[in-house]
């Protein structure tokens, strides 16, 4: 039985908060109306490094952006010099949804602006994390120095965020679409073309299908290189209940629930999390979440909006395509 649509069961009033609301927790503004940069993905004078039919496009297009993001969190910290990086230099605690918005600003500029646009994003990011350095104590509690620039924290972080967003979109909307012109394997082609964001964060041969993906994150597992502990504690505690408002507050804590749950047996055992009796129910549970958060949201947003109207000026697009689905 298919479940019915949030959009024709929801009042409108409450889907247009749960709109203010969403858009507020992922630009860090509080005014309601789209920021400059998104729509200045329009500008530009190629069609960036990734098309419009690409398997970048419809993972990060898709809900599925809302619980990758909290398994990228989790797995990323899972490593003591990438989360010191974010424990000590970051006022996630005091000002999360900047942080958020930092962040998505970045996925999106990359993801859907010209290849200029792309390689200022992520200058941008590397000339931020130059002050980002110091010492930690790793898992076998040996002292290390750490650098957020380094190329092998910075691959944990790629392969971190790039497992998280495939992994969320084959638990929660299904198996990802091939990408245009790719090898016809959706997940390898994601890896593939995702690869250019870790190679332009600094990122030495980023893998480009998802054995290597598993292989290379299996390697700092093996090498011994993942850890739990205090730090990683507190992180969780926080990422269990951060600030949201009241009607987002209910939703994220299912997703919560349902990205746990979906996590390897390995890595909850790191974080001291244990899953739920019936996953097969919290993931449905997160399912109907992300299907609330995409009613209130309807439709493409505007960074792919605006991609798609630069996409129509180079006539990489015809104009009946600028909007998908029309």
Aim: with cysteine; glycine share 12%; proline share 6%.
């Amino acid at each position: 039985m298919k479940a019915p649509d949030p959009s024709a069961v929801l009042p409108d009033r409450l889907l247009s908060r749960m709109r203010s609301d969403l858009v507020h927790t992922f630009s860090g503004e509080r005014d309601a109306g789209v920021p400059q940069w998104q729509l200045d993905l329009e500008q530009g004078d190629d069609a960036g490094y990734f098309a419009h039919d690409s398997a970048t496009w419809a993972v990060h297009g898709s809900m599925a952006t809302v619980a990758a993001g909290i398994r990228a969190l989790l797995v990323q910290a899972l490593h003591p010099g990438a989360l010191a990086g974010v424990a000590e230099h970051s006022d996630y605690r005091a000002d999360p949804l900047q942080r958020l918005a930092g962040t998505i600003r970045w996925i999106f500029s990359v993801t859907y602006g010209s290849t200029a646009t792309a390689r200022q994003a992520c200058s941008y990011v590397r000339r931020l994390h130059v002050p980002v350095r110091g010492h930690y104590q790793d898992a076998a509690g040996e002292m290390r120095r750490y650098s957020a620039n380094d190329p092998h924290l910075a691959e944990w972080v790629h392969l971190a965020f790039t497992d998280a967003f495939l992994s969320a979109y084959e638990d929660f909307i299904g198996p990802v679409p091939a990408g245009g012109g790719g090898s016809g394997d959706g997940a390898d082609d994601y890896v593939r073309e995702w690869s250019v964001a870790g190679s332009l964060m600094g990122v030495q041969h980023p893998p480009t299908t998802r054995r290597q993906l598993k292989d290379r994150m299996q390697s700092f597992d093996d090498d011994g290189e993942l850890a739990g502990g205090d730090r990683v504690t507190e992180v969780l505690g926080f990422l269990r209940s951060p600030p949201l408002p009241g009607r987002l507050d209910w939703g994220y804590r299912a997703l919560f629930a349902a990205v746990v749950d979906t996590l390897p047996a390995r890595y909850r055992q790191l974080l001291g999390l244990r899953g739920t009796p019936v996953p097969r129910l919290t993931r449905a549970g997160g399912r109907a979440t992300l299907a609330v958060v995409g009613a209130a949201l309807s439709g493409p947003g505007p960074s792919e909006l605006a991609a798609r109207r630069r996409l129509v000026r180079l006539g990489v697009l015809s104009v009946a395509n600028a909007v998908p689905g029309r």
